[in-house]
């Protein structure tokens, strides 16, 4: 299996999560928080979106989809187009609201342009520096590699946070 084609099965079980997760969820399981500081499924699933988008977007030396496609606009978040979730407030966490439908649509036009880049990647290509100011260097396969293992903690996490949830009789 080439290197491309391995990025994109493991993408791919990605989808498979956030779709799972997404399926006939409505406003009170998306936000739903096992405390007051915990993370909603809105949450998650934004912040694992957003990260896939800022990174793809600047290995392919294009804008992200969030406001490219206007994604921002449709969300209506109330902090800058600018934010991906990290650091944020647990007010902030709170602030990410949106339906099953339109998490799911921004995820799979992420989704989707991810999908289409990776059979791309040559082992080279893997192997090209796109961030120096870590030591050692960041490399575009590392990076991908990154993206990846956060996407799926946080699947994961909305999973998790999904079954409470439903256990909680919400």
Do not use: C
């Amino acid at each position: 299996m080439l290197s491309g084609e391995l990025l994109s099965e493991a993408y791919g079980r990605v989808g498979g999560v956030v779709r799972s997760v997404l399926r006939q969820a409505g406003p009170a399981l998306l936000e739903y928080r096992a405390d007051p500081e915990a993370n909603s499924i809105a949450w998650l699933v934004w912040h694992l979106t957003r990260v896939q988008d800022g990174h793809v977007s600047e290995l392919l030396g294009e804008d992200e989809l969030w406001t490219t496609d206007g994604w921002a606009a449709k969300f209506g978040l109330p902090f800058p187009d600018t934010e991906t979730g990290y650091g944020q407030t647990t007010e902030q966490v709170g602030g990410v609201r949106a339906s099953a439908e339109l998490l799911g649509g921004y995820f799979d036009a992420v989704h989707a342009r991810t999908l289409a880049y990776l059979p791309t990647l040559t082992p080279d290509d893997l192997d090209r520096i796109v961030d120096t100011s870590w030591n050692p260097p960041v490399t575009l396969g590392a990076r991908l590699v990154s993206v990846l293992a956060d996407d799926l903690q946080h699947a994961g996490q909305a999973a998790f946070v999904r079954g409470l949830a439903v256990r909680s009789g919400v």
